[in-house]
């Protein structure tokens, strides 16, 4: 017998006893009463073992995003603090006037997967793995140009099911560049500035948006400052920034072309991730090492490092696959 069924049939049963038996009676009081007590702290025994959407298991870990940031993204000073001060802000808001949206932009190996994972890692308590994080990749749940209708009616009723499950709940686009032009539109409700939609509220809630999309213009900025002799570090946010959302708006192979969430500012950073040069190689190649559980060796690396890749061909400055690969190379190599 369930728990709270079992509460009921008691209590039912004290009036029809009390005439006949008052020491059961007595009994009987005193079991509801230790079972109540006992029902008190069920549910609290049950959320310390199942994943709620409560504060032991959603908590933003503000030095731990940051400390995250600092030692295991390489390369990527604009886009480390960019999403440490933007997720921070939100998350402190306590009322806030609209969900968080970042839209992730930068060449493949950049990045881009591995800062949501720590976004992730540093609020929700199983990370990835919640059952509050929801990704979405354009080539896998939004293959058939034919369908598009039926997955808008999808992607809303997703995220209007799980926002009202948990208002906490965090969605990840990964592949946008690749997503079907219109199909993003159908969320923008929910990314605008209502209080209540249907009587949900969707405030609390993160989109992330990844793409390849303007990896070319953030690689010429990046570029110029080199030949300009200019540091890598001097780049700042708005010297990409401007021109990088209007021309992921105006790019027909992103699926945010011409779409009413940058016409209607709904994305609140558009973030770069800069090419990554030959010496950011070597540190994702060190740390790969001591993922692995194996002593970092730095001649290793710098083997695998100076086999792979580089644009443009006559300088060979940027890798170009970033640090994607590298874990499987350093297989070959070690």
């Given at each position: ?34 079972l ?29 995003l ?14 480390s ?6 997720v921070?802000?939100f ?74 499950n948990?208002?906490?709940?965090m ?124 002593k ?39």
């Amino acid at each position: 017998m369930r728990p709270f069924l079992l509460l009921g049939f008691l209590l039912s049963n004290i009036t029809a006893t009390a005439a006949i038996e008052p020491i059961s009676t007595s009994i009987a009081v005193g079991m509801a009463a230790a079972l109540t007590g006992f029902l008190a702290t069920y549910q609290n025994v049950f959320y310390y073992f199942h994943e709620c959407c409560r504060p032991e298991w959603i908590s933003f870990n503000r030095t731990g995003l940051e400390v995250a940031l600092d030692q295991k993204l390489f390369g990527q000073h604009v886009a480390s603090r960019v999403v440490q001060k933007a997720v921070t802000g939100f998350i402190n808001n306590k009322n806030p006037k609209k969900p968080l949206v970042l839209s992730l932009h930068g060449w493949t190996g950049t990045g881009k997967n591995f800062v949501s994972q720590l976004i992730a890692e540093n609020i929700y308590k199983e990370g990835m793995a919640s059952s509050f994080v929801h990704q979405f990749v354009s080539t896998a749940h939004f293959p058939h140009l034919n369908q598009i209708e039926d997955y808008k009616s999808q992607l809303q009723q997703w995220i209007k099911g799980n926002v009202t499950n948990c208002p906490r709940s965090m969605f990840i686009f990964d592949e946008m560049d690749k997503m079907h032009p219109g199909l993003i539109d159908c969320i923008k409700p929910y990314l605008d500035y209502y209080e209540h939609l249907d009587g949900v509220s969707y405030r609390q809630a993160i989109f992330i948006f990844l793409s390849n999309a303007g990896g070319e213009h953030i690689t010429q900025v990046v570029l110029d400052f080199w030949k300009a002799g200019r540091d890598r570090e001097e780049i700042k946010l708005q010297h990409l920034e401007p021109a990088l959302s209007l021309s992921v708006f105006n790019s027909k192979q992103s699926g945010l072309w011409h779409t009413s969430l940058i016409d209607k500012n709904l994305v609140d950073f558009f973030v770069p991730f800069l090419p990554l040069e030959y010496r950011h190689v070597l540190l994702c190649g060190m740390a790969e090492m001591s993922a692995k559980g194996l002593k970092p060796d730095r001649d290793v690396v710098d083997q695998m490092a100076r086999e792979l890749v580089y644009f443009p061909k006559s300088e060979r400055i940027f890798s170009s696959k970033g640090c994607k690969t590298i874990g499987g190379k350093l297989d070959y190599y070690t």
